[in-house]
């Protein structure tokens, strides 16, 4: 199978799954209060979210390149 053919799916493959999650989020915590012996930290979640734009364009680029590997792959058979 040609690299190409790989990068495509691998394309449609995260396309569908920008689709699936829409987004990704993490956690991160932050000291608030130290006092000698004495914490406090505060847990924070934050999301990214990715636009479907995003997910339709890696869809569209993974089946045009599937499509121009095979293509160029039946013209030189």
């Known amino acids: 199978m040609k690299s190409a053919t790989l990068i495509g799916i691998l ?33 924070t979640t934050k999301t990214i979210p990715i636009p479907p734009i995003i997910g339709a364009l890696a869809v569209i680029g993974g089946v045009a390149i599937v499509i121009a590997t095979a293509r160029s792959g039946a013209a030189a058979a």
Do not use: M, P, R
Request: glycine residues 12%; negative net charge.
């Open 11 to 43: 394309l449609i493959v995260l396309g569908i799954g920008a689709f699936a999650y829409q987004g990704f989020s993490y956690k991160s915590e932050k000291k608030i209060l130290d006092i000698g012996s004495i914490e406090a930290t505060a847990e």
